[in-house]
């Protein structure tokens, strides 16, 4: 009797150890589906014409291309830690003051990546009005690097407009900022046009993994269903 009741426990761990993994490939399967999705529908972004930066952003708009006409405000740099193919150095984020959003309410500042140094040290601003192109990117509050930002040594790790906007004293910022493109690429300045659009999708090994799991693991639930029955068996 003990002995049936191990066997009728096992045989129900077993099974629920074949569906466990027989879930995981599916869900694999569905994240594979969004995230050739999400990747189709940055593309679509990264293709089209810029158009004028907007009030607010979310997820939707990540990537999309963007544009802003103001001045730069001088001496407002914050330099943020960076890796690039350039090498190690640090993004110029320094806010730029628009002239129209084109909504009244909308912020009056967005914070622009101007691009990439190599030292902490980044050429003074243009003074005269400009109009930036690039990437629009959602804000970054987490740090990176495995690392926090540290905003009072002004140690940046990541891309926090909200943090870096309160440590510049800038108000009326908009809560995204903007990856430069290449075009405003001059000798001394910053090297805009580095931002790398690239989202793993390994999903579809995951998904065969979890799958030959499940079969390897059923085969192996089959074979000890034998067993049993053959030693179940008189003599």
Request: glycine share 8%; no cysteine; net charge positive.
């Amino acid at each position: 009797m003990i002995r049936a009741v191990a066997h009728v426990a096992l045989a129900v761990l077993w099974i629920a150890v074949i569906a466990g993994l027989l879930a995981l490939g599916t869900w694999q399967v569905q994240r594979r589906a969004w995230k050739l999705d999400l990747i189709a529908r940055v593309d679509a972004r990264l293709k089209a014409p810029p158009v004028p930066a907007p009030a607010l952003a979310d997820t939707e708009d990540a990537y999309s291309r963007v544009s802003a006409t103001g001045r730069f405000l001088p001496g407002k740099d914050s330099f943020v830690q960076a890796s690039t193919v350039q090498g190690p150095g640090w993004w110029v984020m320094t806010p730029l003051r628009v002239e129209a959003l084109g909504d009244k309410r909308a912020p009056r500042t967005i914070l622009i990546n101007r691009g990439y140094v190599a030292e902490r040290r980044a050429a003074p601003v243009p003074t005269e009005r400009v109009t930036i192109t690039g990437l629009l990117r959602l804000t970054e509050p987490k740090g990176g690097f495995l690392r926090s930002n540290d905003p009072v040594a002004q140690r940046w790790h990541s891309r926090d407009v909200a943090a870096i906007a309160a440590r510049q004293g800038l108000t009326d910022t908009a809560p995204y900022f903007i990856d430069a493109d290449a075009a405003g690429n001059a000798p001394g300045q910053p090297v805009g046009g580095l931002t790398v659009v690239k989202f793993p999708n390994s999903h579809l090994v995951y998904a065969i993994t979890w799958y030959v799991l499940a079969m390897m693991t059923a085969a192996g639930f089959y074979y000890w269903i034998t067993l049993v029955r053959r030693r179940g068996r008189p003599a």
